[in-house]
């Protein structure tokens, strides 16, 4: 007889190729994976890109985009989405016109620069994430310097996290996420739908080997609303994930080398 197997919930991201495999569509399949979903993925952008940081980029046409997208949801269907690199004006548009008709959570990762300061967003599309993109997301996870891009706030203390948080919100996300990870001391994050606020805490980790962190929380979270869980639940456990994950990285090549989304089953011996 033939084995029964249940399918299990199902993740797509949208997001650039990282060629290097540390980051972007790479690191969230290895993320979904290792958590027990099902991932897809629309990409919009190809980069060629390394432990030392990005040679080139190049996105997709937005029929291209449009296509995958409809190709994977109308078909196979979702019970999360999170974006990444969107690159563009056009692109950020309408990725946000496929998300409004999508009826799944979705994780907006506002992705502005590389791990390394490369640029990943033109600059004429801040105003697009703004108006279009954040308003269809469920939680919006901005790093700092995302926030300063955004919104004008520069953070550096966890008072200017709560400010950041307003602004964010401001836009029309149910939740903001402010990564702190940029502030000296602990490992903080904040997270607010305006009313409720959860202060994420965890030790920093003497390791630079870090690429790819945005990306890996971003669809740990979707991860996590596919499985069920409530939005403070699955951000709880996307950092308990990450935060692992960041102990566990590895140099590659001669710069900045991936975490280790494995790594709750790699040997150690």
């Known amino acids: 007889m033939p084995i029964r197997t249940a399918v299990p919930p199902r993740v797509l991201t949208v997001a650039g190729s ?21 991932g897809m993925s629309v990409l919009t952008a190809v ?37 990444g690199m ?10 946000a016109e496929l998300l409004a008709g999508t009826r799944a959570p979705i994780v907006v990762d ?3 620069v590389s791990k390394h300061g490369d640029a990943l967003l033109a600059a004429e599309a801040l105003d697009s994430v703004r108006t279009k993109l954040l308003p269809v997301a469920t939680v919006a996870t901005p790093n700092l310097d995302e926030v300063a891009q955004l919104t004008g706030v520069q953070v550096t203390d966890e008072d200017g996290m709560r400010r950041a948080a ?20 602990e490992a903080v994050d904040l997270l607010s739908d305006g009313s409720a606020e959860h202060w994420l805490r965890a030790p920093r980790y003497d390791n630079r080997h870090t ?14 609303l596919a499985l069920g869980q409530d939005v403070p639940t699955a951000v709880r456990g996307a950092k308990a994930y990450v935060t692992g994950a960041i102990r566990a990285g590895f140099a590659l090549g001669g710069g900045i080398g991936p975490v280790d989304h494995g790594w709750r089953t790699r040997r150690t011996d």
Request: overall charge negative; aromatic content about 4%.
């Open 18 to 38: 990282d060629s290097g495999g540390g980051a972007g569509i790479q690191a969230d399949l290895k993320t979904m994976l290792a958590l027990g979903v099902h």
């Open 47 to 83: 980069t060629a890109q390394n432990s030392l940081g990005v040679q080139g980029a190049w996105e997709l046409p937005v029929d291209a985009v449009r296509a995958q997208y409809r190709s994977v949801v109308d078909d196979i269907g979702v019970q999360a989405v999170k974006t």
């Open 86 to 95: 969107l690159a563009s004006a056009a692109l950020v548009e309408t990725v």
């Open 110 to 112: 506002p992705v502005g």
């Open 166 to 185: 307003e602004e964010i919100l401001a836009f029309g996300p149910r939740w903001a996420l402010i990564k702190g990870g940029h502030l000296p001391g």
């Open 211 to 224: 690429h790819g962190t945005g990306c890996t929380l971003a669809s740990a979270i979707a991860s996590g």
